[in-house]
């Protein structure tokens, strides 16, 4: 839905306010605009950006939601009740959000999240045999560690989160 641009920078502040404000403008200049060269990947509900925050010369990813697919919204605020007060090894830390506009009056909604340099766990745990990707083979050893971790870091998620939330860990750091 368009909506009347909004003067000055917005940011979130309903999930939580103890985040550093970051605007609309601070991210897309993080982003290269968002620009193809800068999109790491793709989920059900956004796409996800490396940027640099010129303000603290931070590496990060910046998911943008897709406010256009349905259950987008409710997916950002589901995201940032979740991990807002997670504090654990395994689990990725958001640094800031965003809920803004962009420059055409469209609703904007973002995450911001330290960058993962080796990406997200998936590709490791099922990289082929001969995709050639040796980085990508992982010995039982440390399938078994990676194994441990999710179960600790879901079991943190069960103690500190709803239900409904557990469902979605969304990115476990290794
Ligand atoms: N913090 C990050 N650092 C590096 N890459 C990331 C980060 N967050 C996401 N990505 C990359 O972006 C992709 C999309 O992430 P996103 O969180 O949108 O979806 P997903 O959790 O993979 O899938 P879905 O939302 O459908 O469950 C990931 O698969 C990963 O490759």
Redesign the pocket.
Known sequence: MMKKPRDGPLTSSSHNDSYPSISYLELVQSANGFSVDNL???????S?YKGLLSSNGMVV?V?VSNLQQHGASKSFIDECRALKSIRHRNL?KIITTCSSTDNQGNDFKSIV????EN??L?PWLHAREDDGSQSKRLSLIERLNIAIDVACALDYLHDHCETSIVKHP??IVI
Do not use: P, T
Request: charged share 10%.
């Open positions: 790491i990947g793709s989920g059900s509900f956004g996800v990813a998911k990725l999240f330290n960058f993962m990406g997200s998936d969304l990115f």
